[in-house]
Structures are given as structure tokens and as C-alpha cells.
């Protein structure tokens, strides 16, 4: 976010402040990319006064997306944080990513939130990427409502998503899913207004209202209650609505708000805000993550308290021309201020290229989620702070009297590999800077620098997660170019082969000599290098068989064919010369690598690719496609299972051998053929002969 993005995002949202934990609601909007999130998220700020006009995403004036590579793009791309004053609540709208090439910002709000709006569209089906969401919100027991949006669209239909919903979230008998609200007039859902059916006495409505009243009082601690309404007796709304908030909070019930989210759009608004306020918990009725000291030893039980000890987490991090690196956190415990001295720990990332880290640090600068300056912020709010050197996303922020660390949450592992270079030494230089800054961004990117194939791969989870990173890395002022990714080749001999080397240089004074004869033969896989000594008569010194033996393995190391290491060959020492005089250890070595070219030039040399074990989960309808394609990627299925989960539809696991160069753009095509709810996990096995065709390709 440059400066000028910031400024206008803080003179778009008024800077607001909680009295304390209980009067915050800390509300992620959850749902798949294009259902109308962000546009959501404007309606209910101006529905709350806190703008006087939603903007667009294709003015690119919405207050969440406001990065350039969001409003370039027209996607949300980043978490973003919009808090607003609704009644005497502050409402912190978490607008997350709908793509799931940014599943890590997803988590990461589903992390600092308390509750979900998740939204569906009326006009569209439930697909699986939509299912997968829901399941991300479940496994950690976030508190849900379902939001049916867009019913003024030309397709829409309320009664076939509600039912769809029923049936994909709503348990065994769909109970644990049902409108909150319903239209006056189904024929015309928009026309008029919305009906609450906890409070509705039209008949035409009482089916309804009977459902979701025996929903709630299922959660009520009042065990008398359902006694007196099977028995007709007048419930008190206010009793209904506490137990409304019961068991949404439990995570057990997720009430239905359907709303129109187009442009123009208020209809179901203020119902929505009304249910975020009084059905959603506060910061002090959820779980708090667990934390522990730096060493690893236990910390102290968290409760979102501002006088506890100091516990934020950051969510996003970014940098700023002029302030620096700029992190936003959500508070869990005590209170930040201003002259708070801060300790930053990382850790839990070091198998991501993000090391363990701790620091003392200087609170230098603290703001407000609309980056107003602020004094402090306390448990269950969110605030930034500025111009902390070594904070990262993920990060913990804790008094240095008291440090602690909250592990991060759990990221998927990226999979789509892009080689990048600068393009000229100056721009090497800056890309190594951009990287550190990228790295402290996102830490759903690994960055790697391939051992074998020398290249810097960017692993990524997705093509719009690639884009988003290179145009992070080019906003940085570096030129950037990419290369095709390369797989880490090897190659062995395919039978016995001789070879002849002779060192003889004779040019004034001390001279090379040399000449030793190899043998070369394949040995079975995983055998390494082996050398024998089969010399006779002290042909080769003693003191140069060590030399030969080097000399064979280095050149074997560089390659014989390209720069492509040979392995799994022995090396028998035949026969050689040595001179009393100009024979040396350099001439040996020299020797015995003529020997391997000479060896290889006249056998067969065989190319190795790297092959992977795979698995893929995907949904049992889609794996026809899955198996068609992986007939076209020289892949060997060895097996499928169904895979038992709590998540709604049936799904399997694929057990498949692929050669790595076909996974190369595996994610993006797993991708189209699943519609985003695919996923699939990578290790490597072995490298296998490769066909000569593809060897030709590879070594080009």
C-alpha cells in the first residue's frame, strides 16, 4: 500500500474506538471469488454512515481493495480490515479473498476474526471451491451466517440456494441452516421489505418461524423453554434472541440474511448489521490461540483481557515508502500503547524459508486500522504499527518484559514454481532486497534457490498468487524476467563403457603427465559412485590413485552430456602411465576426467527425470478428468481411496507416480478441472529413464 493509498483509505473510513472487548465484532466476509464481497463490504460501511457512497471495483474506489495490484487486477488479492460504528459497537469487516491462490489470507483473517459472513450468491450453484471454504470456517469452529446475495440478479433464486445450502452445511436434517429473515413477498424478494421471523406472526410464515425457534431453543441453556413453547406459551423475543446468540456462537446454528448486493443495493443491510451485533460473540466469548515462550517453553492462558499480559499476532505486513514496514495485528491479550517496548518472535516457519526470529523493538509508530494515529489499543481490537525492522506476517508482538509466541496459523504448501532473474546485475541486487521485503509480506511464498539447476523458483499457490507476487517484486522498481523452471536432471550409463585419458603437457621446465584407463558400468538405482582399484604392477602410483578417483568423480558431478550429474556407475582404474617427474595429483585428475568424457562419448548414456508421488483429493465426480489428464503426464496411478471427512459430498484420493516436468503447471490445471477445490500434495521418489524424446526437450 503506497502512501497515497493509505491516506485515501483513512479519509475514507472515520477512525472509531471500542469502550472495551465487549462492545467489538470482529466479522470476516468468507465465500468464493466474484460472489460480491468487497462490494458488500462498501454497502454495509455506507449502510453504517461510515462512508457516504459505496464505490466500485471497476472505479477501483472501494475502501478493502485499495492496493494497486488489487485495483489493476479488479480481485481482491490481500486481507484488509474496515472497521466501522454500528448502534454502540465497533464492527471490524474482515474482507478476505475469495481465490484460493489466497487461501493464506483467508486464514490469516479466519485467525483474527471472531465470526463469518459467509456469502453465496442467489444466482449462481453451489460449487466445490464453495464447499472447501466452508470446510476452511469449520475446521476451526468459526462461528457462521450464511449471507444469500444478489437476489436482483437476473437468475436469482432464494428458495433453490436455500435449500442448496440446507443440504451442503445444514447437518443430516438441514436444521443447523435456516432463514433468519425471509422476504415479504417470495414472487418479489427485493420489492419489499424483509421479514424477521423471531418476531413474525403471518401465518404464511409460521412454518418457518416454528423451524428456526426449535433451532435455537435446541441450544438454550433453559431447559424449561421448549416445554413452554411446545405447550403455546408466548416466548419473550428478548430470551430468543440471547439464545439466537447462544448458538451462533457455539458454531452450532448459522442463521440465513438474504440480501441484494448490487450497486444500488440496500435491501437486507441494516438486518445483516442488526444479526452481527447482537447474534455474533464478542472477542471475550471466543478462544483465544494457545502461545508459549520462546524456547518452547508453556505460556500463560490468554483471555482477551487488556490488563493481561501482551499477546498481537500480524495478520499482513507491507511496506511503505516513507513509514517503512508497516504490520497489522490483532490483539489477543493486554494493551499496546505507544511507548510500549516490543518483542517480535517468528517461529514455526522455517521449513517455508522464514527462519526463527526474535527481536526487542521500539513501538515507533501505532495507528488505527484506518491508519489514524492512535495512543493504544487493547484485547479483541486491531491496530498497525510502523517501522518495526524485523516483523513479519504471522509474527508475534509481546512486551520484551514477557515475550511470547503465538504460533502461526497453518499455510498449504505452493506448488506452482516460477524461475525469475533480474534482468541486469544492478537489478539482481534490488530483486535480493525485494525478496526479503516479499518474504516478510507473504509468507505463503518459498523462495528457493535450486541447488541443482541453480535458478531462483518462487513457489507459489496459484497463477493469480504469481501475479500478485511479481507484480509485488516489480513495483519495487526491479526488472524482473522469468524462465521456464528447470527439474533437476541426472544421468547414468546404460552399459560398459572404456575410456582413455592422457595428460602429457610439455612446455619448459615442470610438465604434466598422465594417462590412466577407466572402466564404466552401470550399477541399480540409488548405488551412488563406486570406485575400484584394479591396477596392477604399480602402473598408477598409489599416491595418484586418490587423484584419478577425484578426478573421475568431479567430472561425473559437472556432467557428460550438458551439465547433467551421472550417477549410480562404478569406476574401475584399469591400466595408466606415470612419469617420475611431471606426473602430479592435477594431471591424474585431469586424466581421469578425459577418461569419463571419452567413456560417455563412446556408451550410452542414459537421461534421469525426477519423479513424484502424488496425491490428489478431489471430488468423486471430477475423477474422470483427473484421471484423463494424468493419463496424458506419463503418469502411473497406483491407487484411489475415498477419504473420510465431516466436510459435505463425497471426495477420493488419487495415489499417483508423475514425472516432475509435468507438474510444472499442475496447481493451475488441477485448478480448471475441479473448479478450485481440487488439491494435491507433492514428494519426491526417484528419477526414472526418461524417454528420448522428452530427454532431447529437457536437455534443450
Known sequence: MTTKTAARTQSRLPAVAASDPDHIRNVALVGHGGV?????????????????????????????????????????????????????????????????????????????????????????????????????????????????????APRADLARTLAACRQAFGGVDGNAVLPLYLPEDPARPTAGTLVELLTATDPAHAEDRAALLEAIIAESEDETLLERYLSGDDLDPAVLAADLHTAVGRGHFHPVVPISGGDEANFGLRELLDL????????????????????????????????????????????????????????????????????????????????????????????????????????????????LASAETGDTLSEQRQPLVILPWQLPEPLLPIAVRGATRNDEDALAKAL?????????????????????????????????????????????????????????????????????????????????????????????????????GGAVPSQFIGSVEKGARTQLAKGVQGSVPVVDVQVTLLDGKAHSVD????????????????????GGIQVLEPVDAVQITVAEHHIGAVMSDLSGRRARVTGTEPLVSDRPGNRSVVHAEVPAVELLRYPAVLRSLTGGAGSFSRSYLRHDPAPAAVATALLG
Request: proline share 7%; hydrophobic share 40%; glycine share 10%.
Open 583 to 602: 606426473s602430479s595429483d592435477a594431471a591424474f585428475q585431469t586424466a581421469a576426467a578425459l577418461a569419463v568424457k571419452e567413456a560417455a562419448a563412446s
Open 276 to 387: 452481527i451485533v447482537r447474534g455474533f460473540p464478542s472477542p471475550c466469548e471466543r478462544p483465544l490461540p494457545d502461545c508459549y515462550t520462546p524456547i518452547g517453553g508453556d505460556g500463560p492462558e490468554l483471555a482477551c483481557d487488556p490488563a493481561g499480559p501482551l499477546a498481537a499476532e500480524v495478520i499482513r505486513t507491507w511496506v511503505d515508502p516513507y513509514m517503512g514496514r508497516v504490520s497489522l495485528a490483532r490483539v489477543f491479550s493486554g494493551t499496546i500503547t505507544t511507548d510500549t517496548p516490543l518483542h517480535v518472535s517468528g517461529h514455526g516457519g522455517a521449513d517455508r524459508g522464514h527462519p526463527d526470529h526474535d527481536a526487542d523493538e521500539k513501538t515507533a509508530t501505532l495507528l488505527g486500522p484506518t491508519l489514524a494515529p492512535i495512543t493504544s489499543a487493547f484485547a479483541g481490537d486491531f491496530c498497525v504499527v510502523a517501522r
Open 436 to 536: 526479503t521485503r516479499l518474504s516478510a509480506a507473504d509468507p505463503a511464498v518459498r523462495i528457493e534457490r535450486n541447488a541443482h539447476t541453480g535458478q531462483l523458483v518462487l513457489w507459489c499457490l496459484g497463477e493469480a498468487h504469481a501475479e500478485v507476487v511479481l507484480a509485488r517484486l516489480r513495483a519495487g522498481g526491479t526488472t524482473l524476467e522469468t524462465e521456464p523452471v528447470r527439474v533437476p536432471l541426472l544421468a547414468t550409463f546404460t552399459g560398459q563403457a572404456r575410456g582413455h585419458g592422457r595428460q602429457v603437457k610439455q612446455s619448459g621446465g615442470h610438465g604434466q603427465y598422465a594417462v590412466c584407463d577407466l572402466l564404466i558400468e552401470p550399477l541399480p538405482r540409488g548405488s551412488g559412485v563406486q570406485f575400484l582399484d584394479r591396477v596392477v
Open 36 to 152: 460480491g464481497k468487497t462490494t458488500l463490504t462498501e454497502h454495509l460501511l455506507a449502510a453504517a454512515g461510515a462512508i457516504t457512497r459505496a464505490g466500485t471495483i471497476a472505479d477501483g474506489n472501494t475502501v478493502s481493495d485499495a492496493d494497486p495490484v488489487e485495483i489493476s487486477q479488479q480481485r481482491s488479492a490481500f486481507l484488509s480490515v474496515c472497521p466501522v460504528r454500528y448502534r454502540d459497537m465497533v464492527v471490524n469487516l474482515l474482507d478476505t479473498p475469495g481465490s484460493p491462490d489466497f487461501v493464506g489470507e483467508l486464514r490469516a483473517g479466519l485467525r483474527a476474526a471472531d465470526a463469518a459472513l459467509f456469502v453465496v450468491s442467489a444466482a449462481d450453484e453451489l460449487d466445490d471451491a464453495t464447499l472447501a471454504l466452508w470446510e476452511e470456517c469449520a475446521a476451526l469452529g468459526t462461528p457462521r451466517a450464511v449471507v444469500i446475495n444478489r437476489l436482483d
